[in-house]
């Protein structure tokens, strides 16, 4: 089902396709202007038909991207491309034209960051710096599950995560965290700074939010200890 925000129906599989579509993208403004995109109250606004007119579809890039998708005829929203279970037919078609145009705006709009978090890109050109160690990637999603390990016993020391906030109590739809070793059930895990390891062992690993709470030099002393405590015994 829908959820309203700000006078818009937002869908949750919608938004979810559009944040990852726009994930880590930098905008060039000049260049939205000019795919059709309009100012609106301190957003860029972009409505186009779908379907040969059946739909309308009204993307805002705004602090969070959101998007509609409108029946013409019924001025209903369309919601059958939303179910998780449509992979044929026509609501499949609407899902794969919609997927298409997110990919087309980002390619001829924007440029796509290396990773999903800044401070992440920073932290891994640190790492790669002092220890030329460079990210891994051994699932299938490549921008999540990224892993740092040790080059001389492949022991991993960092696994980058995108999960849900909920997942730490957070009200945030999705969190760019780490996960790194720490000393046996340490007293610095708060809950605020540090959380419990949200995928790994909850007593020798920990989890660090990506949101600039904790600056990079306090992150990557505590990765290089985390590396330390990587080494082959």
């Known amino acids: 089902m829908p959820r309203v925000r ?28 000019a795919y059709g995109f309009k100012e609106a109250e301190g957003t860029l606004c ?6 040969e007119g059946m739909f309308l579809l ?3 890039l705004g602090k969070t991207p959101t998007s509609r998708l409108i029946d013409q005829e019924t001025g209903d929203p369309y919601v059958l491309h939303l179910l998780p279970h449509t992979t044929s037919g026509f609501a499949a ?3 794969n034209d919609l997927d ?8 001829k709009c924007g ?16 790492t790669e710096k002092e220890f030329n160690e460079r990210p891994d990637y051994p699932f299938a999603n490549k921008e999540e599950g990224i892993v740092l390990r040790r080059e001389d016993n492949k022991k991993w020391y960092l696994i980058f995560l995108h999960p849900k906030g909920s997942a730490l109590g957070l009200e945030k739809e999705r969190v760019n965290l780490i996960d790194i070793r720490i000393e046996k059930d340490s007293p610095e895990i708060d809950g605020e700074r540090i959380y419990p390891a949200y995928h790994m062992n909850k007593h020798s690993w920990c989890t660090i939010v990506l949101d600039d709470q904790m600056g990079d030099e306090e992150l990557f002393a ?4 985390s590396r330390e405590m990587a080494m082959k015994k």
């Not at 290396?114 to 640190?126: D, I």
């Open 222 to 225: 505590r990765i290089t200890k």
């Open 46 to 51: 972009y409505q186009t038909p779908v379907k």
């Open 100 to 107: 298409a145009l997110y990919l087309d705006i980002v390619a």
């Open 58 to 60: 009204t993307i805002v």
């Open 6 to 33: 700000s006078g818009l129906f937002v869908y949750t599989y919608l938004v979810m396709k559009i944040e990852e579509a726009f994930s880590g993208v930098t905008w060039n403004k000049e260049k939205l202007l």
């Open 93 to 95: 078609e609407i899902r």
């Open 111 to 126: 440029e796509k960051a290396k990773y999903p978090s800044p401070q992440l890109e920073r932290l891994f050109q640190m």
